[in-house]
């Protein structure tokens, strides 16, 4: 059965602080990993990733897949509140998007 | 339009009430999908279209539950004699494109929160 884990299932920093994120993956013809950010309810895109050792960077963030392992994370730079909210990663195979159970973040000020 | 839209935002339902909830996807995106997200979950998978083929229905958690998009636009998921525990944000997710080797990310709507009563 298709599924994603992801460590922690919640963590709380201080703003500064930098932070990772972990998503391991068991997917059926899997096709790429994703990420995204659930503040009140739609989640809100960040990053795709289909190829092992290569960065993604979006300003503080960025997140790295590694196939081999089966995983993935995802960095968090000098945090700020508004980071505050829930990660989701999600696996995706042949056309559905296995999401893991998120991770949520609360940044202190 | 410019992002995925879902109508209504709220639904108070009584039990055994039936309820519609709609799905208005990115114009000419051929994928769409229906999640359900409990508190404190991850979304769970409930259907995909393709264009107006429903591809997968194995989410869905009961025959109570009927989803459509007849015309490969707009889709209705329907919940029919509601059940305290289909208490939950229904959301819904789109993609420009369907199959193939590429898959896209997929936009999500607001979702719509049931509340069964």
């Known amino acids: 059965e298709d599924k994603v884990v992801q460590s922690p299932l919640s963590l709380v920093v201080h703003e500064g602080d930098t932070v990772t994120l972990n998503c391991s993956y068991e997917?059926?013809?899997?096709?790429?990993l994703l990420w995204y950010k659930q503040e009140k309810k739609a989640p809100t895109f960040l990053f795709m990733l289909?190829?092992?050792?290569i960065e993604k960077k979006s300003g503080r963030l960025s997140s790295i897949l590694d196939k081999k392992e089966l995983s993935s994370i995802l960095n968090i730079t000098a945090t700020q509140t508004g980071d505050s909210a829930i990660y989701l990663c999600?696996?995706?195979?042949?056309?559905?998007?296995?999401f893991g159970t998120g991770t949520r973040l609360k940044v202190l000020a | 339009g410019a992002g995925v839209s879902q109508s209504p935002r709220y639904k108070v339902a009584k039990r055994g009430q039936d309820v519609a909830l709609r799905c208005d996807p990115i114009?000419?995106?051929?994928?769409l999908f229906w999640y359900q997200q409990a508190l404190g979950q991850g979304p769970e998978f409930l259907t995909y279209?393709?264009?107006?083929?429903?591809?997968?229905k194995s989410g869905l958690p009961s025959d109570r539950f009927f989803a459509e998009r007849p015309e490969g636009s707009v889709s209705t998921l329907k919940i029919q004699r509601t059940q305290q525990e289909d208490s939950a944000v229904y959301l819904c997710?789109?993609?420009?494109?369907?199959?193939?080797?590429?898959?896209?990310?997929?936009?999500f709507g607001q979702g719509t929160r049931l509340t069964v009563v």
């Open positions: 279209f393709q264009n107006e083929a429903q591809l997968d």
């Open positions: 997710a789109s993609s420009l494109l369907g199959g193939g080797a590429f898959f896209p990310e997929a936009f």
């Open positions: 999600a696996g995706v195979g042949t056309y559905k998007y296995i």
């Open positions: 997917v059926t013809n899997f096709r790429s």
């Open positions: 289909t190829s092992s050792g």
């Open positions: 114009s000419g995106h051929v994928s």
